[in-house]
């Protein structure tokens, strides 16, 4: 059976919803839109459903002027955020041991976030002058990344889910993974010994595994916590301190993927 591209994900507020499209943009950091926004602190420091389980149940669309961020249980509650930044402040944000430029979006956006999640939050968005380098022991051609926790891309085969809700009591979704590419037609893990590939004519360079955390445990559609899938995932798919699932990855090219493109294996 060909390999193809199964899915294609893109989190444009890092820790909200996904939105499952059947064709993209590639770019340096990451898909278009892929995680250029993020909600910050009262300190400037990045919040995630690791802490805030809430953020699972709030979603985005991505319209024709700009992000739509709702309630999943109630989508007439809802605010809207324009691609070019309203307040448009300068401010110096951190992202683990990173820190990154950013620009706030509006009152309004934070307002929202704020009601709905409790804290005194902002949401601001990553210009295209940011420099956030992805980590140069894997990423080896300078590359620059979103705010994603570390790399630009996520991949992760469907037979590697498969095999992993086969070990399951109750079976679980690829969304809590959280990839961005979904690939269909391998055997279980076959990503793991992948270098480069091509999708569609698209050239990437898989540079390391994921390590899975917490945030795998929250349940997208309740947002409630478990013990599954890490506790499974930990039998198997050790290495160290360390659980693994998925691999991230860099673009060599620019250009558009869409659901259907096959994959070649280069090395």
């Known amino acids: ?118 804290l005194d939050l902002r949401l601001v968005m990553m210009p295209d002058s940011t420099e956030r380098k992805a980590d140069p022991r894997y990423a080896k051609h300078d590359e620059n990344v979103s705010f994603a926790d570390g790399f630009p891309y996520l991949v992760i085969s469907q037979a590697s889910l498969d095999d992993l809700n086969s070990r399951l009591a109750e079976p679980i979704e690829m969304r809590r993974f959280r990839p961005n590419f979904v690939i269909s037609g391998t055997e279980p893990f076959a990503e793991d010994e992948w270098k480069h590939v091509t999708i569609g004519n698209l050239r990437f360079e898989f540079v390391k595994p994921c390590a899975r955390c917490v945030l795998t445990t929250i349940n997208p559609e309740t947002s409630e916590k478990g013990a599954e899938p890490l506790k499974t995932l930990a039998t198997y798919r050790r290495s160290g301190n360390k659980i693994l699932f998925g691999q991230h990855v860099t673009a060599r090219d620019a250009g558009e993927v869409k659901v259907g493109d096959q994959i070649t294996i280069l090395e």
């Open 1 to 118: 059976m060909a390999m193809t591209l199964s899915e294609i994900w893109v989190y444009p507020v890092k820790s909200l919803g996904g939105i499952r499209l059947s064709k993209a943009l590639t770019e340096e950091r990451g898909l278009q839109y892929d995680r250029r926004w993020m909600i910050i602190d009262d300190e400037n420091v990045f919040i995630t459903q690791r802490v805030h389980q809430r953020m699972a149940l709030i979603d985005v669309a991505l319209l024709e002027d700009g992000l739509k961020i709702f309630v999943r249980t109630d989508p007439k509650d809802f605010v809207l955020v324009p691609y070019l930044p309203v307040t448009a402040l300068p401010v110096t944000v951190k992202v683990w041991d990173d820190t990154a430029e950013a620009l706030t979006v509006s009152n309004e956006a934070d307002a929202w976030l704020s009601r709905h999640l409790g």
